[in-house]
C-alpha cells in the first residue's frame, strides 16, 4: 500500500506538485495519468525518496521509502530506464542489484528470460541498447528483488505493441497475486486498459479519481450515435420526441439513451443499420478535466486539419 498525504513540492516560486494525496491499494493497479510537465515523475520520485517533499508525505507499507531497510525486496521502482551506467552490460546491472539485495546469482536468468532479453542482448552494454531493451531491462530490475509494490513510471515507453501486451499482462498478474502497482503515463489508452484505479494530474493538482467506472459515470448526459436507412425521417421523429439531434458522420448524434433512440425508431417504423452509445469516454474526460493545464487547448471532439495540414 502507498499512501501520499498532502504532498506539495515546490522549486522556487514553482509548485511542481501541489497537496497531492492518494492511496494505491494492494490487488490493484493504479494508474497515473496526466499531460507533460503535470507532476507526475516529481511525486514518484518523492515517493523513493529522490527527491525530498516541501510538506507532506509518502509511505509504503507504512514506512518513509528512506527507513525500508533493502528497500529493493519491497519496492520496485522503474523511474528513468536511460539512467543506468551506459558503460555496463544490461547482465551487470542486475547482477550488482542482485548482490546488493543478497538474492542467488540465477535469479539474474530467471529475470532475464522474463524480459525477453537474449544472452547476447543482455551481454551488450547499456549503452547501445534501444529504448524498449533499455525499459525492459528496467522492468527486470524492478521485479528482481519480487517486491510487493511497484513503482513505474511511463514504464511501456518505447516498448512494441507485442511489449506492451506483455507489460500489461504481467502487471495484472502481478496485482492479482496481490501486490501494489502505481504506474504513471500521459497515454490514456495505455492506462485504461491495465489500470483498475484512476488518479487524473494536472499542473500539479489531482483533479479526478477513482475507478473507470465511477470516472464516467459522473459524465453528464446520455448520448447516442445512430444511422438509419433513412436519416432525414428518423432526425424528425427524434426531433418531435423531445431529443437534440445533430447530423454525425454517415449518421446522426442524439442526446438520448440507445434504448430511447431505438424505441423512437421502432414507433416510427423506422430501420437502424447502427447504434451505439456515444458517452464522452475517457479521453473527453481526461482532456476536459485537464483541459486547463494542457498546453494545447482541448481539441473539439474530432479537430479538423487546417488548410496547411496541421492539427487545428
Ligand atoms: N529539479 C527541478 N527544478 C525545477 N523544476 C522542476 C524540477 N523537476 C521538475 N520540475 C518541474 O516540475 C513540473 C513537473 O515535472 P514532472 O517531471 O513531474 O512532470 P511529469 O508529469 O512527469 O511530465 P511528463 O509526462 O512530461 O513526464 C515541470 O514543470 C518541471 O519542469
Ligand atoms: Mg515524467
Redesign the pocket.
Known sequence: MIEVNGLTRT?GA?T?VDDVTFTCEPGRVTGFL??????????MRVMVGLTPPTRGSVTIGGHRYEDIPNPGRHVGVLLDAGAQHAGRTGREVLEIGARTMGLPKDRVDEMLAMVSLTDSEAGRRMGNYSLGMKQRLGIAHALLGDPEVLVLD?PANGLDPAGIRWMRDLLKGYARRGGTVLL?S?LLHEVELVADEMILIGRGRIVAQGDKATLLAGQGAAATQVTAEDNDALAGALTSAGHDVTPDGAGLRVTATPAEVSRTAMDARLVLTDLRAAGAGLEDLFLSLTSDTQREAAPAASPAPTQDGAAA
Not at 496526466?34 to 511525486?43: L, Q, V, Y
Request: proline content about 6%.
Open positions: 522549486y514553482f511542481a496526466g499531460p507533460n510537465g503535470a507532476g507526475k515523475s516529481t511525486t511511463e504513471s500521459h
